[in-house]
């Protein structure tokens, strides 16, 4: 079972920019598509970028234009380069990855990190 590990949140100002990593233990070119998810506390879980393995890509319209998601298959790890960040951005962003078994969807979440835009 391939784990992910997510890396690079933290405490930004109005504005900012920060750029999250999802490093994965195994190779992630089986996965149909890698996704970056967010939580902010009394909210559901929401998807905030995808990109799948042909490198198509879609956004949550707010983040639209900030925000930009890419995957580096020969190391393993998703990114996403976050711009513009507000303070409605903040929340627990976890990676997603999705792959279909035996004709049912697989999911593997990593633990999370968190952003806050604040000042």
């Known amino acids: 079972q391939v784990q992910l590990v997510e890396s690079g949140g933290g405490l930004v100002p109005p504005g900012g920019s920060l750029r999250l990593s999802c490093a994965a233990s195994g190779s992630i070119s089986s996965f149909v598509a890698m996704g970056w998810y967010r939580q902010a506390p009394g909210n559901e879980r929401e998807l905030v970028a995808r990109?799948?393995?042909?490198?198509?890509?879609n956004y949550l319209d707010s983040v639209k234009g900030r925000f930009t998601i890419s995957r580096d298959n020969a190391k393993n790890t998703v990114y996403l380069q976050m711009n513009s960040l507000k303070p409605e951005d903040t929340a627990v962003y976890y990676c997603n990855a999705a792959k279909v078994v035996a004709g049912d969807w697989r999911y593997t979440w990593g633990q999370g990190t968190q952003v806050t835009v604040s000042s």
């Open positions: 990109i799948s393995s042909s490198s198509s890509t």
